[in-house]
């Protein structure tokens, strides 16, 4: 069983660029969720992704979006970066939308730094 | 709204002690779930053990158990006889639902230190 998978590591940018990150769910997982963890909180859920549609967001602004894949994979794509979005970027993967003990399962993020 | 509200932002424990981390929790839902995660340095979400709300017993899981106390609204996690490889924040969290998606809700974290 692969488990949760996120590219890059790590990710520098600068203010007003845009950014791309990219989560390869756990094998026969639907479901992917992103959030946006800053240092020295608990992550903040900015959207759910199930069967290739949005199915939830957060309090975040439209310039964050996303995408899902038919393979279950997801991207988070952020435009016009602030130096607020500088933060770890968590990616989680669940077998459906709701329920149950195991739900998510999260992958070893992305740090992204905005300069 | 829902909110996990975590008190201790740091904790020290000497080596093979028992240790337990504060949640309080709020929601008017009255189906909920509850969930312990630990965070390593490494930034990774480590999922530990889940409450739902209508289970009758505490969940347990290895070293890991959950004082769950619904009337209290506090599901408090004990670590017993702690190691050196528990050092780490620690994340009490809610699965909330949001019409159709499940989203959990993150409280703000202990860092747990392990004394040798």
């Known amino acids: 069983e692969t488990g949760v998978t996120q590219s890059p590591t790590h990710l520098i940018k600068t203010r007003g660029q845009q950014v791309t990150l990219r989560c390869s769910s756990q094998s026969g997982h639907n479901t992917v969720s992103w959030y946006q963890q800053a240092l020295g909180q608990g992550p903040q859920f900015i959207f759910q992704y199930y069967r290739e549609e949005e199915n939830g967001r957060g309090n975040f602004p439209p310039r964050f979006s996303g995408l899902q894949f038919p393979n279950y994979s997801s991207e988070l794509n952020v435009n016009a970066l602030e130096l607020d979005d500088s933060a770890l970027y968590l990616c989680?993967?669940?077998?459906?939308?709701?329920?149950?003990?195991?739900?998510?399962?999260f992958g070893p993020g992305t740090r992204l730094t905005v300069l | 709204a829902q909110k996990i509200t975590q008190t201790q932002p740091g904790m020290f424990v000497q080596e093979k002690e028992a240790v337990t981390l504060d949640c309080t929790y709020d929601?008017?839902?009255?189906?909920?779930?509850l969930f312990w995660y630990k965070q390593p340095s490494s930034g990774e979400m480590i999922f530990l053990i889940y409450?739902?709300?209508?289970?009758?017993q505490n969940a347990t899981e290895g070293r890991y158990s959950l004082n769950f106390q619904k009337a209290r609204k506090s599901a408090n996690l004990v670590i017993s006889a702690s190691q050196l490889g528990d050092s780490a924040m620690y994340f009490c969290?809610?699965?909330?639902?949001?019409?159709?998606?499940?989203?959990?809700?993150f409280g703000s974290g202990t860092r747990l230190s392990i004394r040798p």
């Open positions: 409450q739902g709300s209508y289970d009758q």
């Open positions: 969290a809610m699965r909330e639902r949001d019409s159709s998606a499940s989203k959990i809700i």
């Open positions: 989680a993967s669940s077998l459906a939308a709701g329920g149950g003990a195991n739900e998510q399962f």
């Open positions: 929601t008017s839902d009255p189906s909920y779930g």
